[in-house]
């Protein structure tokens, strides 16, 4: 999975933060809901947090304890994980019978829990001190993973300023990934060949720009298109990263 090592590279920390994000997002995705698009968008996002956020959090359990209380770490993480499950199931059902309006209630008191995780997070010292995340090679994915997170919540919250200043964001990666292109190709090719492989470069780029719209558009047929926009955006993520984190560290600058 893309994210599997991605808190080896940039810190445990702001991948916990962005797990207990997403977490509420996915929380709100859920007492927004009103068809069932909507409900496997929250139950999607939620998923993906699940992966990254017990991954995280058991690393940075095993950096924080040390190497000679591995059986403990093991041990907490196993408690919490799977007492987790089964607390949830119990809170669940003690909100059925006496809770009001118990389908919704029993998310608002689950976002109300997750802000002493997030305070949590804040407080908790960071384990992974070698960096190298924002360098030239990583700008591009790192502004336009960050374009689309914004671009979201613009949607989402229907905010005009947020909209735009995600698209500010994106638009910028995709530049830096572009022109970054363009100069391997420049560098790679044979002379004698150099208009032949700029050509089949841009006819590339210009099919990456149409295939995300039909997406769009065939997602937006069947399902809200909040929900379709988000689903792409999720792909769009997915895919800048794996492509980022799969690179080699002598990839062209």
Partial sequence: MAFASLSDRVGRRPLLAAAVLATATSTALFLLADDVGTLLAARFLCGIRTGVFTA?????MGDLAGAERTRRVSTVSTAANMGGVGLGTVAGGLFAPYGANPTHLVFWAYLAGLVPAFLAVIVTPETVTARQWITRRRAAPAFLVAGVAVFEAGLWARSLPTFAAGTLLAGTGIGLAFRRGVGGAQRLADPRRRADLLSTYFLFACTGTIV????????DQTINQDVATLILAVAVVATTLANALSRPTTAIA
């Fill in 212 to 219: 995300p719209t039909l997406a769009l558009g065939l997602l």
């Fill in 56 to 60: 995280t959090a058991t690393a940075t």
